[in-house]
């Protein structure tokens, strides 16, 4: 009983903060361009009754960025810095021992990607001493906004220095979820938002400080990046989860930490998006070898080199858990041991409707092919000068375009290097 | 929320805009901002009159008795001048009524004289004013047999206007929408399908608050006008779980300045009473989108080469009927080798009223250019002959250096198509990418 007050109290702490009647308010800013979301959203969560976000929480115009990334930084951010920073002050403000910034945002529309990136710059330079993590979706590789991949470089190698990690969730990844592994016929939005929830929920949800503390870790956000970005150059963070099922097929599953464990780290070295179809051939290389050899075979075998991961395991019999398999060198780059590079949370507390739940949340070569993929696409694009127009109309010329190029192939070479 | 504003420019201009308001107010009870612009009494006495005399204020009007005479110059230089000041107090006064305002959507006609001359005389007006406000443009092309003989002079010179002016241009021809009628009547008149159509979901429909006969078989082509511009609205109007606004319209389909000419499809063109829609019926109404048939312009989009195209869903539609559905037409469709993944999709939960759901599909296509060239061809043997030139030039400000000019803008224009057209059939090859020092 006290186990689930403590754990309560340390998830409300971290996530809401009190109002008088008792009602949990989220540590939450919302911005959009223009009302209709921002409209639903507040709704939605007061319906729930318990709980809601704050009334003056929210920063919202009448037209929105329509789709462009040079509207979304270069116009409604310097237009509306002044605002949106005083309302985030004041939360901050509200906070006993602030740690840093979970900033949400997608990076093909205009808003999100572009004031998104305007307001992280900002966040570095008013906040230098607090850590910024961007957590961002990576849009479906076709039909959502035909200027994506501009919009998407751009956010990208802007976060890439001002930001201190890059969460990212694949929309494409999601939706197989949705539909292989929730059996959901007819996946709206609202589905693929469940699953991404359901992920950062396992990631953030607390976990013990130690192996044999009770105590709740009191700073995820730092431990994460601490543990997962070791180098500035590599910041590109992904998450993968197991079990992800319907509530029917749940009621027929049991799982086993070892299954569960031997699967999620198939999934790791295989770079599988989830826990069906993944590649049972690809092993990691044999130790001992020279490095040179080492590079090809990864090649050759699409084995996924880390650079660092974070395994974290919620439910019953939690410590009896062997993540072993996971400390293996030869998952891993040479400049760091894995005793560095790997390391592991807990909690005797499930989470969710999973009675036994891991997630991995990992620094690896699992976003390099998809980077690489939005730089070739975007580059074609710009050969061509379609819609540059419409970015130099508002003050991103193609000497930008360039400067974003140039770093995310740096990028995308250094994580291919590993 | 943002707001439009309407421009209904001349007889054409006006009536489909009357179309338009009513099934507007189908869908919501507001009242909107509209400035009715014409020449001639007839056409704006009759909306006064009419059962949407509330939904217009008086002031919002500007007519005159004589007419253009379906001379552009007299709609151009003539009323523009003359009405120049006036025309403009009333934008402001419309304007100021707005809170946000996002986009004029001016609607005429290219081959007659007020909306073709003075409907794109006030489209520099427009972009002198209000800069930042997007204007769409909704031109009815004249169809091959044109009762007005000096409608190609009056399309071209107009078009001079559309290239530098307007933002975007949709582009239908009544020959299109005649067809699509007559498809429409064949199938609700053979008796071939096993249920009924239902009542009031005909994309010619109107709300009835309209007198009941169809006067004219322009009545039933005016409505699907209409429609095509509420489905472009509704995302700004209603909620969905992936808005389009109009600015995204411009930002996605307009990949250089000049190339903002976008073929229109809607379907479905009725809904059959069933009302559990298997996905094999919501899969129809996606085909439907991309065959000539359904085009709003004589134009076969499938078999010339996309530059980026708009799919906008309403109705009870997931993002994963949309995926399926693109991913099913991908193959035979031929998209510009730079835009291989051209598609814009937004997704409004509010279906049309009568319908479960329904599509509007927009292309910027090269399958425009043979309208654009026809036109060019008929203009050439008027011009050719001198033929009711002097009507033209006899207009203070009028120069045969105006014609010159119109024309070779329109070549430029084609020019441009024949560039890409000739890119089509070619492999698509990954460019060189920029090498890092490691």
Request: aromatic share 10%; hydrophobic share 40%.
């Amino acid at each position: 009983m006290r186990e689930n007050e403590a754990y309560q109290a340390s998830c409300k702490e971290r996530f809401f903060s009190e109002e008088e009647n008792g009602v949990p308010i989220a540590r939450a800013v919302l911005v959009d361009m223009e009302p209709k979301v921002i409209n639903q959203t507040l709704s939605k969560a007061a319906q729930s009754g318990q709980w809601k976000y704050g009334q003056h929480a929210c920063f919202c115009q009448k037209q929105g960025s329509g789709n462009n990334w040079a509207y979304g930084y270069s116009v409604h951010g310097p237009r509306h810095e002044e605002s949106i920073m005083n309302i985030i002050r004041k939360e901050v403000e509200k906070c006993d021992s602030f740690s840093g910034f979970f900033i949400i945002m997608s990076m093909a529309g205009g808003t999100g990607s572009g004031l998104g990136a305007f307001v992280t710059q900002n966040l570095e330079d008013q906040y230098s001493n607090s850590l910024k993590m961007n957590q961002i979706i990576w849009p479906y590789g076709t039909g959502e906004v035909i200027v994506q991949n501009y919009n998407s470089i751009l956010t990208l190698s802007h976060l890439y220095r001002s930001s201190d990690a890059l969460l990212l969730h694949e929309n494409d990844a999601i939706h197989k979820i949705c539909a292989k592994l929730m059996n959901i016929k007819q996946i709206s939005f609202s589905d693929i938002n469940q699953v991404l929830a359901h992920q950062l929920g396992s990631v953030f949800q607390p976990t013990y400080s130690a192996e044999s503390s009770f105590h709740y870790r009191r700073n995820p956000l730092g431990d994460l990046m601490e543990h997962l970005v070791p180098h500035p150059e590599f910041k590109m963070l992904s998450v993968r989860n197991i079990p992800h099922m319907s509530e029917n097929s749940l009621a027929y599953t049991t799982f086993t930490w070892a299954g569960l464990l031997k699967h999620l780290r198939q999934m790791l070295i295989s770079n599988a998006k989830m826990e069906e179809g993944i590649d049972r051939h690809v092993w990691p290389p044999l130790s001992g070898l020279p490095p040179l050899s080492k590079m090809s075979l990864n090649k050759d075998l699409h084995f996924n080199t880390s650079i660092a991961n974070l395994v974290i395991l919620r439910g019953k019999d939690v410590q009896s858990a062997d993540v072993e398999g996971f400390k293996d060198p030869a998952l891993y780059t040479s400049w760091l041991k894995p005793v560095n590079a790997f390391n592991v949370w807990k909690t005797q507390r499930a989470f969710s409707k999973y009675e036994k739940s891991a997630v991995l949340v990992s620094n690896s070569q699992f976003l390099v092919k998809p980077l690489d993929m939005i730089v070739g696409k975007a580059w074609n694009m710009f050969a061509s000068k379609a819609y540059i127009h419409q970015y130099t109309k508002f003050g991103i010329e193609e000497e930008d375009f360039l400067d974003s190029f140039t770093s995310l192939e740096q990028v995308v070479a250094s994580y291919c290097n590993l | 929320m943002t707001q439009s504003v309407v421009v209904q420019v001349g007889q054409c201009g006006n009536q489909i805009g009357c179309c338009f308001w009513d099934l507007a107010l189908r869908e919501h009870a507001a009242v909107n901002q509209a400035v009715l612009i014409d020449m001639e009494e007839g056409v704006v006495n009759e909306i006064l009159q009419g059962p949407l005399r509330d939904v217009f204020d008086t002031k919002q009007l500007i007519t005159d008795i004589s007419g253009s005479g379906n001379n552009w110059a007299v709609g151009h230089k003539v009323f523009g001048s003359l009405y120049q000041d006036q025309i403009l107090e009333k934008f402001r006064k419309s304007a100021e009524h707005c809170d946000c305002l996002q986009c004029f959507f001016i609607i005429h006609s290219m081959g007659g004289g007020t909306g073709s001359g003075l409907g794109t005389f006030l489209l520099k007006v427009l972009e002198d004013e209000f800069p930042e406000v997007y204007r769409f443009v909704t031109s009815i092309y004249p169809s091959g047999e044109d009762d007005v003989i000096t409608s190609p002079y009056n399309s071209i010179l107009a078009m001079k206007e559309l290239n530098e002016h307007a933002d975007c241009v949709l582009p239908i021809d009544n020959q299109s929408l005649f067809d699509i009628i007559s498809k429409i009547d064949l199938m609700v008149n053979s008796g071939k399908l096993g249920t009924t159509v239902k009542p009031k979901s005909l994309v010619t429909s109107s709300s009835g608050a309209l007198k009941k006969q169809h006067k004219k078989p322009f009545d039933a082509m005016n409505n699907i006008v209409a429609n095509l511009l509420l489905n472009l609205t509704s995302s700004a109007r209603f909620e969905g779980s992936l808005n389009m606004d109009l600015n995204e319209i411009s930002m996605n389909l307009v990949p250089f300045p000049q190339l903002h000419y976008l073929v229109s499809s809607l379907t479905p063109l009725y809904t059959l009473t069933d009302v559990n829609i298997p996905p094999r019926r919501l899969d129809q109404m996606f085909s439907d989108a991309f065959s000539k048939d359904h085009q709003l312009l004589r134009a076969d989009p499938k078999h010339s080469l996309y530059l980026a195209c708009a799919l906008m869903v309403r109705g009870n539609v997931q993002i994963s009927d949309l995926r399926r559905n693109i991913e099913r037409l991908k193959p035979s469709l031929q998209f510009v080798s730079w835009n291989q993944e051209g598609w814009k999709t937004s997704l409004c939960s509010v279906p049309p009223v009568g319908h479960s759901h329904s599509l509007l599909a927009l292309a910027n296509n090269t399958c425009v250019k043979p309208t654009f060239m026809e036109l060019k061809e008929r203009f050439m043997r008027l011009y050719k002959k001198k033929a009711h030139l002097h009507h033209y030039l006899q207009v203070e400000g009028m120069e045969e250096s105006c014609f010159t000019e119109a024309v070779s803008s329109l070549s430029a224009l084609i020019q441009e198509y024949d560039q890409l057209d000739a890119t089509k059939n070619m492999p698509v090859q990954d460019l060189p990418r920029l090498s890092i020092a490691m």
